[in-house]
């Protein structure tokens, strides 16, 4: 079984520009949620999809935002990009949203110049 | 939300148990005990959870307290792959349906085993 699928592993951009990361949850999993990893804050979660709709959302600003397609797959999106923004984007999925377990991906490195 | 307290690091010889503390004095009664591991360049990996009874898996147990305000999470013969920060978190139940929130991760436990 394929585990959680994100894409690209590494990308470059800098100060001002959009960026688009993309996630493949485990077949079957209609649950996708993403976080934003960094040495200073740690594991901070950003947001949770359901059924193409966001469920929850944690504390960032209106720049990060998300979507859900109705195959579950998951884009999220970070517009003018700021140097603090660089971190490591991972994405986690699981069968519906409930208490149970989350399998998350490799992520996705992305670093602002 | 519910925090959690964990030490910063602990150390543990190969093939000898490791037990990891975790506090939650303000746990509610919906909160479920998460506990995930991440080694270096990978994403996190679901370890165990529970609600109030102790867990077991094939990978590590977790005993939880009576009053629920403390768990260990028990790797019964670490190995070297054991090595890893370990997160201790508290997840409720949002969604009658069934939904949960995100997970807030703390510090974790620096989990450093010698051969």
């Known amino acids: 079984k394929a585990g959680v699928t994100q894409t690209p592993r590494y990308l470059i951009k800098t100060r001002g520009q959009q960026v688009t990361l993309s996630c493949s949850p485990i077949?079957?999993?209609?649950?996708v949620s993403w976080y934003q990893q960094t040495p200073g804050q740690g594991l901070q979660f950003l947001f949770e999809y359901f059924s193409e709709t966001q469920r929850n959302k944690g504390n960032f600003p209106g720049r990060f935002s998300g979507r859900q397609f109705s195959n579950s797959r998951s884009e999220m999106n970070v517009s003018t990009l700021e140097l603090g923004d660089s971190a490591l984007y991972l994405c986690?999925?699981?069968?519906?949203?409930?208490?149970?377990?989350?399998?998350f991906g490799e992520g996705s490195r992305l670093t602002v110049l | 939300d519910a925090k959690t307290t964990q030490p910063n690091s602990m150390e543990s010889n190969e093939e000898e148990p490791v037990h990891l503390p975790c506090n939650h004095s303000?746990?509610?009664?919906?909160?479920?005990i998460h506990w995930y591991r991440q080694l270096p360049s990978q994403g996190p990996e679901y370890v165990i959870h529970g609600l109030t009874s102790n867990v077991n898996n094939r990978m590590a147990s977790l005993a939880i307290a009576e009053d629920r305000k403390s768990s260990t999470l028990i790797l019964h013969r670490a190995t070297l792959r054991d090595a890893a920060v370990y997160y201790c978190?508290?997840?409720?139940?949002?969604?009658?349906?069934?939904?949960?929130?995100?997970?807030?991760f703390g510090k974790g436990t620096h989990l450093i085993i010698q051969p």
């Open positions: 978190i508290l997840r409720a139940l949002m969604y009658s349906g069934g939904g949960a929130d995100g997970l807030t």
């Open positions: 303000t746990i509610s009664g919906t909160d479920y």
């Open positions: 986690a999925s699981q069968i519906q949203g409930d208490t149970g377990e989350l399998f």
């Open positions: 077949s079957g999993h209609r649950s």
